[in-house]
């Protein structure tokens, strides 16, 4: 069990103007499961190889437990990792391989034995223990990958998109495992994903970086609730959330025909910083109606529908400011629009979430 | 010495009519035709080879009158050539046994030597960053360009008088006698096989996946642990193939031999006496082929014994993706 702290850690590739990470300030609790997520290059796997003593740290520290580690190898930090591809030893059984770390420490082998055992039963891995890793499906590599971190007891537990090498329906399934597992040991977790929902679903707090430089870090919820700009807000919920940058007048803003009503304090503060007359203005398709035409709706035509089951994706375009720009609203399959028909959208008030039209950072 | 392999085709794939040129050659390398024409050759190549067995075990007339194919019309066969090869008492037989015995005396230390070295430099080299690693490599792999000829008298000069520079002794020379001599020929093997050996290794041990190397690390191995826990069970085929040519090579060769331990009883190998034999021995060549045979035996016995260890599909299940 233990904290972990990044401050103002920095790692710079040689040869790379760009730091891959820059400056990042991260407090991670006792006990926390943290998604680090981002798109693809945004930092997110340095920083946890940083963490785990494979990368270098060129500027700040990093501490576990009040500890700086910032410069200890990688075996004096009491921390396990899970790899994207697993990297099981190919060698060794199923056994050896998850007894390996326990082997250089010198544990007593009634303790591995005891260890092994008891992670494998956690697994439901008993019956491959002498199997090698050849011999084994890909949801069993990736259940052996964990259970060679859980035998370690580490202070923390380091995950490198382990489900990404799953199928869709494994992958579901795993992460529900992982996450109650989790819970279940108390284990500090670091979980790096570039998957959104593996994020909204696994992570007590979530960490969203681009470009090697940290966003915004909270709950899920708050994230998806109030993403502090308009990176997070793009990046969090799928389908993603429709964003424009349109005129702003006294009210607010202005989407063609449509207005959406914003505070004083907003118009002032979208005024401020070279705002230019204009606000970037993002609502999630979830949150829009599609009403009859005198509602005074925003005509889009659709372009395609897509039926989920539960509910239907409308993808669609509407003239704005004379350029076409794209929407998309989540809609009952009941009121299903067909394609080419022109259908007339709403946001819900008080949903929308409104940026600085220059600087991005919600108002 | 010729060890064939004959490569038959078996995999029968019964593909229905095959459209593309490519899938008609490939059905037509797998039919039956491909198979004999294989057979063809294997057996055309070991003939000679088989020829050798055959007089090796004919009497010294038969030898010198017919050749070796009446043997099967008139079969008279004996071991007395091999006797009078291996532990015959006169000048002019081989006395093989013990020259046999200075061939493996100095053909074991001179593959394990250079695998032994090289496995480690490959490893450095792969996985130890360091600086001017990369300018090392291209060093290392620059000196396979210098022919083994060439470095014969300065390394005969390095043994004799040691290495002077500006009037101070670095190195003194090493003045072996006898026996002693072995040590020389190990030497003159370890450097002419490192450069390719380290480079062949160097090739195996860096297609290893990288994230297997840095699991070992947070589970908490160093670096000797890693060499020997992981690169060096995952390297094996490697290893039997690089073990498999060195000593092929070490065994055939005569002239690092010849001159890094003379031609002395006590240190001459194999090769040095048969072509003694066959030089000085145009009246008993008879034994020629006996003698010859005794030095197939062992390539065939290191050949078979390490062959198990060509296995592919090692890395199968480590990483995946």
């Not at chain 1, 008891?118 to 050849?134: D, I, N, V």
């Not at chain 2, 010849?258 to 048969?274: C, K, N, Q, Y």
């Given at each position: 069990m233990a904290t972990v702290t990044y401050s103002k850690a920095s790692r710079v590739y040689p040869g790379q103007e760009r730091p891959a990470v820059n400056e990042l300030d991260l407090e991670i609790g006792d006990g926390e499961f943290l998604v680090l997520v981002g798109p693809s290059g945004c930092g997110k796997s340095t920083s946890l190889r940083m963490l785990a003593g494979l990368e270098d740290v060129d500027a700040g520290s990093i501490y576990i437990d009040q500890r700086d580690v910032t410069h200890l190898p990688p075996k004096a930090r009491d921390i396990a990792m899970v790899f994207q591809n697993y990297a099981l030893y190919p060698h060794m059984t199923v056994y050896e391989n998850m007894a390996f770390a326990l082997k250089l420490r010198k544990t007593s082998k009634s303790e591995i034995d005891r260890r092994v055992k008891?992670?494998?039963?956690?697994?439901?891995?008993?019956?491959?223990?002498?199997?090698?890793?050849?011999a084994l499906s890909g949801g069993q590599r990736q259940r052996v990958a964990m259970g060679r971190a859980i035998v370690r007891?580490?202070?923390?537990?380091?995950?490198?998109?382990?489900?990404?090498?799953?199928?869709?329906?494994?992958?579901?399934?795993?992460?529900?495992?992982?996450?109650?597992?989790?819970?279940?040991?108390?284990?500090?977790?670091?979980?790096?994903?570039?998957?959104?929902?593996?994020?909204?679903t696994m992570g007590h707090r979530v960490a969203v970086l681009l470009d090697g430089v940290l966003q915004q870090v909270d709950t899920p919820r708050a994230l998806y609730d109030t993403p502090a700009n308009v990176f997070v807000a793009g990046f969090m919920g799928s389908p993603a959330m429709n964003i424009k940058t349109v005129p702003l007048n006294e009210q607010g803003a202005e989407f063609a025909e449509l207005q959406i009503p914003l505070t004083r304090e907003q118009v002032a503060a979208a005024r401020a910083e070279g705002g230019d007359g204009k606000v970037t203005v993002g609502f999630r398709p979830e949150d829009c109606d599609l009403v009859s035409p005198t509602e005074g709706g925003m005509p889009v035509v659709v372009e395609l529908v897509e039926d989920l089951g539960s509910d239907a994706n409308v993808y669609g375009h509407a003239a704005l400011g004379g350029n076409s720009e794209r929407f998309v609203v989540r809609t009952d399959r009941r009121s299903m629009p067909n394609m080419g028909d022109t259908v007339f959208v709403k946001p819900r008030t008080g949903r929308s979430h409104v940026f600085h039209a220059t600087t991005g950072s919600r108002i | 010495m010729t060890t064939a392999t004959p490569t038959v085709a078996v995999g029968t794939q019964k593909t229905d009519g095959p459209t593309s040129t490519a899938g008609r050659?490939?059905?037509?390398?797998?039919?039956?035709?491909?198979?004999?024409?294989?057979?063809?050759?294997?057996?055309?190549w070991t003939i000679p080879t088989f020829g050798l067995l055959v007089s090796s075990l004919r009497p010294e007339d038969e030898i010198k009158t017919t050749g070796w194919w009446t043997a099967f019309t008139n079969p008279q066969f004996t071991l007395e050539n091999y006797q009078q090869v291996l532990f015959g008492r006169s000048s002019s037989s081989g006395q093989l046994a013990g020259y046999f015995i200075n061939s493996l005396a100095i053909t074991i230390p001179s593959v394990l030597f250079p695998i032994a070295f090289a496995c480690l430099a490959a490893y450095a080299l792969a996985w130890i960053n360091f600086r001017g690693r990369d300018w090392l490599y291209i060093a290392i792999f620059a000196l396979q360009i210098v022919p083994l000829q060439m470095a014969l008298v300065p390394l005969l000069r390095f043994f004799s008088t040691g290495v002077t520079l500006g009037g101070v002794t670095i190195m003194p020379?090493?003045?072996?006698?006898?026996?002693?001599?072995?040590?020389?020929?190990?030497?003159?093997?370890?450097?002419?096989?490192?450069?390719?050996?380290?480079?062949?290794?160097?090739?195996?041990?860096?297609?290893?996946?990288?994230?297997?190397?840095?699991?070992?690390?947070?589970?908490?191995?160093?670096?000797?642990?890693?060499?020997?826990?992981?690169?060096?069970?995952?390297?094996?085929?490697?290893?039997?193939?690089?073990?498999?040519?060195?000593?092929?090579?070490?065994?055939?060769?005569?002239?690092?031999?010849?001159?890094?331990?003379?031609?002395?009883?006590?240190?001459?190998?194999?090769?040095?006496?048969?072509?003694e034999m066959a030089g000085t021995r145009g009246n008993e060549w008879q034994r020629l082929t006996a003698g010859a045979f005794v030095s197939i035996v062992v390539p065939l016995i290191v050949f078979l014994s390490l062959q198990r260890y060509f296995v592919r599909g090692l890395l199968a299940g480590s990483v995946k993706g």
């Open positions: 008891e992670a494998a039963g956690l697994l439901q891995l008993e019956e491959y223990l002498s199997r090698k890793p050849k007891e580490p202070q923390v537990f380091l995950m490198d998109e382990p489900l990404s090498n799953l199928d869709a329906k494994l992958r579901v399934q795993t992460r529900t495992q992982i996450a109650s597992l989790q819970a279940k040991l108390g284990v500090t977790t670091v979980y790096v994903t570039h998957d959104q929902v593996e994020a909204m | 050659v490939r059905k037509r390398l797998n039919s039956r035709t491909a198979t004999l024409v294989s057979i063809v050759i294997a057996v055309v020379a090493w003045d072996l006698v006898d026996e002693q001599k072995f040590a020389q020929v190990w030497f003159a093997h370890t450097c002419f096989a490192l450069p390719f050996a380290v480079f062949l290794l160097h090739n195996f041990i860096s297609q290893l996946p990288g994230d297997l190397m840095e699991a070992a690390r947070v589970d908490g191995a160093s670096h000797p642990k890693i060499f020997r826990t992981i690169v060096l069970p995952l390297i094996t085929p490697a290893l039997a193939a690089l073990g498999i040519f060195q000593f092929l090579w070490v065994w055939n060769d005569l002239l690092v031999a010849l001159i890094f331990a003379g031609g002395s009883d006590e240190t001459a190998p194999l090769t040095v006496r048969l072509a």
